[in-house]
Nanobody, 126 residues
Framework: VQLQASGGGLVQPGGSLTLSCATS????????IGWFRQAPGKEREAVSC????????YYGDSVEGRFAVSRNDAERTVYLQIDSLKPEDTAVYSC????????????????????WGQGTQVTVSS
């Protein structure tokens, strides 16, 4: 199983980015996908999760209203649209997956996620 996050970069405050999480080796439509981030010196923070059905999405309090997660089952890829970026959004963003027996649930609890990918760096600075 492989998950690979990409799309990070250096962005000015107020800018936007779209991150991608490409997966392989798992039955994508049986897995929920989550995004997490970790800034230097800080604990890992849950950003978002999306259910197998794609219509159940949860967000961390600090990103609610600015981040939007979506999935494309045909591409086996999950996207994270990030708008109105702030310096405090600077972190390494990673995606993770876990098998779910339910189509319409997901969780932001990191302990639920079995598969983790390499992250992509997002730096917000002027």
């Amino acid at each position: 199983v492989q998950l690979q996050a990409s799309g990070g970069g250096l962005v000015q405050p107020g800018g936007s980015l779209t991150l991608s999480c490409a997966t392989s080796g798992l039955r994508f439509n049986y897995h929920n996908i989550g995004w997490f981030r970790q800034a230097p010196g800080k604990e890992r923070e849950a950003v978002s999760c999306v259910s197998r059905s794609g219509d159940i999405r949860y967000y961390g309090d600090s990103v609610e209203g600015r981040f939007a997660v979506s999935r494309n089952d045909a591409e086996r890829t999950v996207y994270l649209q990030i708008d109105s970026l702030k310096p405090e959004d600077t972190a390494v963003y990673s995606c993770a997956a876990y098998w779910s027996g339910s189509m319409r649930t997901c969780t932001l609890r990191s302990e639920a996620f079995r598969y983790w990918g390499q992250g992509t760096q997002v730096t917000v600075s002027s």
